[in-house]
């Protein structure tokens, strides 16, 4: 499979009250981010802010914030010309704190890298993402796959012992499966047909973070990523026939990295996981 783990879910720039220019600190991870933009790299930047003052001066600081990133990753890539910037305006909370100094997590900038898939040849048109899934054609020798032996090892698992699959990659900042990872939804509903017994946990995790929170899933506009992408793949076991009382979801966000720190993209795609665990057979 092609590695699409190259791609940051989400990269985060927090700011001071009312500040929109870059510090030293924001001014490092962005050089940082230099070796993932390429040519054809879509790089998409929100800038949020929090509840202090009017909400129209929000939504400009926002979008302000944004677009100083944005001409500061320009001036790192001159030649990309898929960098967007927008302005989300004050983030409304439902439990605010409403303390003088607002609320920090959200004064933010959010950055997510999307590298395009790799050309390869395929039989069949590509399915435009996000993709909804809906019972795929599987072709080729799947036993020739770890991912297949990993699934249908899952019936000699004990309860309480989980597996990982880093493979069951999500389009990044959204909970929707990329194409290539359906196949492999499918094998997991057809192991949980053929096993009437097993249940299963699903796990959803993040990468490139290490504070403990959830990622920004975009289709949402909501803190909940990891929960996001556990439940959609629970939402498709449902949907083919497998009974909810077999099934559980949570996210755990960055709060379980699987490798500490991450130094590389394999690295992130180690920590940018599911994780499915048996509780009960």
Known sequence: MPCYSCQRDTVRLFYNINKKDLTIRH??????????????T??????????????????????????????????????????????????????????????????RVEIIIARPAPKIKVAATPIKE??????????GKLGDDSVYTRINDLPKLNVGDSVSFKELTFIAGRHFLRQLAIHYMVALKDCLKSNPGLKIEIQG????????????????????????RAKYIYDYLLSEGISPER???????????????????????????????????
């Open 27 to 40: 001014k490092i991870a962005l050089d940082s981010l230099r070796y993932f933009i390429s040519d054809t």
């Open 247 to 281: 099934l559980r979801y949570k996210g755990l966000g960055s709060k379980e990295p699987k490798v500490y720190p991450e130094l590389s993209a394999e690295d992130q795609n180690q920590n940018r996981r599911v994780v499915i665990v048996l509780f009960g057979k």
């Open 130 to 139: 996000p993709v909804i899934i809906k019972s795929p054609v599987i072709t």
């Open 205 to 228: 995790h993040i990468c490139c973070q290490y504070d403990g929170k959830d990622g920004l899933d975009f289709d949402t506009n909501k803190n909940n990523l990891s929960l996001a």
């Open 42 to 107: 879509t790089v998409l930047i929100f800038g949020f802010a929090d509840y202090l003052g009017k909400r129209d001066s929000n939504y400009a600081l926002s979008r302000a914030r944004a677009e100083t990133v944005k001409n500061y990753l320009i001036s790192l890539h001159a030649k990309s010309t898929q960098i967007v910037a927008d302005g989300k305006g004050q983030v409304n909370a439902t439990t605010k704190t409403l303390m003088p100094l607002g609320e920090p997590f959200n004064r």
